[in-house]
């Protein structure tokens, strides 16, 4: 199963090739292929991963064509505004109204969106950003797997499960060559065309092997690849780039440095800041956000966050809320409302309508069964479906019960594909659309 639909090269403008995507035109950094106008390739944000051979592609083509049309329908569907109805919150509609002409919202309006506890008018913040996902991105929705190839750490993040402070969790470190194999496997058994790499910070691995596993996989298949070890250092960065990874998920966790300082005990924002500055210079894709419900964070914090994610030029917002882990010294805290959440990700999809690819997190899956369709419908467009080894996921264990934990890679793919079905979204990431890369 393809989860990128191919696309036919129209232009080749330097490095650059214009693709043709049911009508719609995308652009795409070609590094490694030789490619010609009328050839077929798959992208994923924004780069080239693999030329598909003509048959093939218009195979792909012609059994998603009429389904594509149909999704798109169902999505303009459900994203409609139903402007007939009156609200009785006249401030709510003037300021929704302005976002959706995507007129910037000044701060003191974001707050009263985030603010707002009525259902009906959470419901209709949530219908506004849609609305805005839909009119930017139409029904497209990307797909990549994770895969949690170490739970070692050895950070002291009050509020993270695999921390030093869970003294009684079991540490697993995959091997080289079973990081590879399961790799490969998630692109060429499950047709996974971007995957996050993730542990805890781990100095069981120097980057050097990581370097050399990423080659590996690059080497074999043709797949975008995300790291998301941790502050690996600067001249890490560099060698893990080199070696083929074209994306980095790094939160800064929050935009405060003092909450900041309180939640990670010797460390500073700064230098996390540092490292998502220096990725985004070396041409690395970022996908960072924040953690939400933190002790002490206001709401304006976590506007504060969602412009930091902005300015540090995020390709994808990931906010999932804060949940408290027993073996942590923030284990009694409370955990944050679905609809904090919620609104979080609308007043990205607001900020930042037109760029955004907004993960519904494992965290808001974590936090409500029925998360990844509401967040679906509150702004967000991407998913993250969990390719770990079964055997290792449940120590995984950043907050308790994490969702996926258990369920095959078969059965996360046909659930989310019969969600976005069922939402008229299609699985596709074909590059960035050329009107935003001009
Ligand atoms: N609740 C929610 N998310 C958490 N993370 C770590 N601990 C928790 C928790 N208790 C998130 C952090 C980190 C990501 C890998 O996991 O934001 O960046």
Not at 158 to 164: A, E, L, V
Not at 195 to 221: H, M, N, R, W
Not at 295 to 309: F, H, K, T, V
Not at 362 to 383: D, I, V
Request: with cysteine; aromatic share 8%.
């Amino acid at each position: 199963m393809c989860y990128a639909i191919p696309g036919r090269v129209k232009e080749i403008r330097d490095k650059y090739v214009l693709v043709d995507y049911f009508g719609e035109e995308k652009k795409a950094l070609n590094e490694f292929y030789d490619i010609a106008v009328g050839d077929y390739i798959c992208a994923q944000g924004g780069f080239v991963i693999k030329k598909v051979k003509e048959d093939e592609a218009k195979e792909i083509l012609s059994a998603w064509q009429e389904l594509f049309f149909e999704l798109q329908d169902v999505d303009l569907r459900l994203s409609r505004m139903d402007s007939g109805k009156e609200d009785s919150d006249k401030k709510l509609r003037l300021i929704l109204d302005k976002a959706l002409e995507n007129i910037p919202l000044k701060k003191d309006e974001l707050l009263y969106l985030l603010d707002l506890d009525n259902p009906q008018s959470c419901q209709l913040l949530y219908k506004s950003a849609n609305f805005l996902r839909q009119k930017y991105h139409k029904n497209s929705c990307c797909i990549h797997g994770i895969i949690e190839i170490s739970n070692y750490c050895r950070r002291q993040c009050t509020y993270c499960g695999i921390s030093t402070h869970n003294k009684s969790l079991s540490r697993y470190r995959m091997a080289a060559e079973e990081i590879i194999e399961t790799s490969v496997e998630a692109v060429e058994k499950y047709g996974f065309q971007a995957l996050v790499l993730q542990s805890g910070e781990d100095p069981g691995y120097s980057v050097d092997e990581i370097a050399e596993i990423i080659t590996e996989i690059k080497k074999k298949v043709p797949v975008l690849i995300c790291i998301s070890f941790g502050e690996i250092g600067l001249e890490g960065l560099e060698k893990l780039y080199s070696a083929g990874a074209r994306a980095i998920l790094m939160r800064f966790e929050t935009s405060n440095p003092k909450i900041y300082a309180r939640i990670h005990p010797g460390q500073e924002l700064n230098s996390r800041l540092e490292h998502i500055k220096k990725a985004f210079s070396l041409g690395y894709l970022i996908a960072t956000g924040a953690l939400i419900g933190l002790p002490g964070q206001s709401n304006e914090d976590i506007i504060n966050d969602i412009y930091l994610a902005k300015k540090l030029g995020a390709e994808m917002y990931s906010f999932g809320p804060f949940l408290p882990h027993p073996k942590t010294p923030l284990g009694n805290f409370k955990v944050p409302s679905e609809e904090l959440a919620l609104k979080t990700l609308a007043l990205a999809r607001i900020i930042d309508s037109e760029s955004a690819k907004i993960l519904v997190t494992t965290a808001l899956e974590t936090l409500c069964s029925a998360a990844r369709k509401e967040g679906l419908l509150a702004g967000a467009n991407s998913l993250m479906l969990n390719v770990t080894p079964v055997k290792y996921r449940k120590l995984y264990a950043i907050y308790p019960n994490k969702a996926n934990n258990k369920e095959l890679i078969s059965t996360q793919i046909k659930e989310a594909v019969s969600l976005l079905k069922s939402l008229g979204r299609a699985p596709t990431d074909l590059g960035v659309s050329e009107t935003k890369a001009g």
